[in-house]
């Protein structure tokens, strides 16, 4: 069974920086693309980033470009969202993914439990 585990998430002043941490295991996910979502309550969940399996491609939503960079790790089963220049609109749960190329979350196939990011003005 494929498990992912976010970590990293807290509270922060804006202008801050965090670093969100994805651990998969149960199965290897090195051939998937991997990405970040979040949401907040009563609204949907949001695409943040993605990046290839090799990691040589990424995207960002606007809203994050030049501010936060994903990565990962294959030899650690490892995905990471640096967050630097946090802003209170950034403000949501924090979901780890991997799945096929997309910005849709029917794009994804497995995901972790999300967590929270919360960002104070």
């Known amino acids: 069974q494929v498990q992912l585990v976010e970590s990293g998430g807290g509270l922060v002043q804006a202008g801050g920086s965090l670093r969100l941490s994805c651990v998969t295991s149960g199965r290897t996910l090195n051939t998937y693309t991997m990405a970040w979502f979040r949401q907040n309550p009563g609204k949907e969940r949001e695409f943040v980033s993605c990046?290839?399996?090799?990691?040589?491609?990424?995207e960002y939503v606007d809203s994050v470009n030049g501010r936060f960079t994903i990565s990962r790790d294959n030899d650690k089963n490892m995905l990471y969202l640096q967050m630097n220049n946090l802003k209170p609109e950034d403000t949501a749960v924090y979901y780890c993914?991997?799945?096929?190329?997309?910005?849709?979350?029917?794009?994804?196939?497995?995901w972790g439990q999300g967590t929270q990011v919360t960002v104070s003005s």
């Open positions: 993914t991997a799945g096929l190329w997309g910005r849709r979350v029917a794009d994804y196939e497995y």
């Open positions: 990046i290839t399996s090799s990691g040589a491609s990424v």
